[in-house]
T-cell receptor, first 114, second 115 residues
Framework: KAGVTQTPRYLIKTRGQQVTLSCSPISGHRSVSWYQQTPGQGLQFLFEYFSETQRNKGNFPGRFSGRQFSNSRSEMNVSTLELGDSALYLC?????????????FGAGSRLTVL | AQSVTQLGSHVSVSEGALVLLRCNYSSSVPPYLFWYVQYPNQGLQLLLKYTSAATLVKGINGFEAEFKKSETSVHLTKPSAHMSDAAEYFCAALRRNQAGTALIFGKGTTLSVSS
């Protein structure tokens, strides 16, 4: 089985721009979650999608948004970029069975905001 | 609120020595607990998961974790460190409520292994 695929792996943006990151989950996985990793704050939960619906959201401003498509692929968008948005954005997928609860992570998209 | 605390942001060991990475969680109910490893420029790889079925859980790469409810701890150990174990290790608890699920991570511990 192919793993979780995130694109792009690296990108550089300037303040005020917006960015869209993409995540393709493991085949058959219907739940996709996003996390932000920074040296200062560590790993923080952004949001979780299941069957095209956001069912959980972390404590991030409205500039951070996401969506999930019918094939379970997900995108997250950050608008009006700030320097502090520079981070590694990790996507994870799971099959959402109650007994599973295991998240498999992608390699991440490293965003640098100048 | 549920939280996870990893004791020691940096641990250094010699090759062949015991590895001990400490993690404590705060929760009235033992949650699902996980250890992940992150190598440079990579994502998180699952080392092991604890789901209350046993107190000692074996993971990949020779790692294991012992869950101690009385201490609310799930420390990660490996009897003999290899150079390839140098990485950052994260302890996490699964928060599950009506809104969905999310992993609560500790701040991470960087493991250095010297020859």
């Amino acid at each position: 089985k192919a793993g979780v695929t995130q694109t792009p792996r690296y990108l550089i943006k300037t303040r005020g721009q917006q960015v869209t990151l993409s995540c393709s989950p493991i085949s058959g996985h219907r739940s996709v979650s996003w996390y932000q990793q920074t040296p200062g704050q560590g790993l923080q939960f952004l949001f979780e999608y299941f069957s095209e619906t956001q069912r959980n959201k972390g404590n991030f401003p409205g500039r951070f948004s996401g969506r999930q498509f019918s094939n379970s692929r997900s995108e997250m968008n950050v608008s009006t970029l700030e320097l502090g948005d520079s981070a590694l954005y990790l996507c994870a997928s799971s099959d959402s069975n109650p007994g599973a609860n295991v998240l498999t992570f992608g390699a991440g998209s490293r965003l640098t905001v100048l | 609120a549920q939280s996870v605390t990893q004791l020691g942001s940096h641990v250094s060991v010699s090759e062949g020595a015991l590895v001990l990475l400490r993690c404590n969680y705060s929760s009235s109910v033992p949650p699902y607990l996980f250890w992940y490893v992150q190598y440079p420029n990579q994502g998180l790889q699952l080392l092991l998961k604890y789901t209350s079925a046993a107190t000692l859980v074996k993971g990949i790469n020779g790692f294991e974790a012992e869950f101690k409810k009385s201490e609310t701890s799930v420390h990660l150990t490996k009897p003999s460190a290899h150079m390839s174990d140098a990485a950052e290790y994260f302890c996490a608890a699964l928060r599950r409520n009506q809104a969905g699920t999310a992993l609560i991570f500790g701040k991470g511990t960087t493991l250095s292994v010297s020859s």
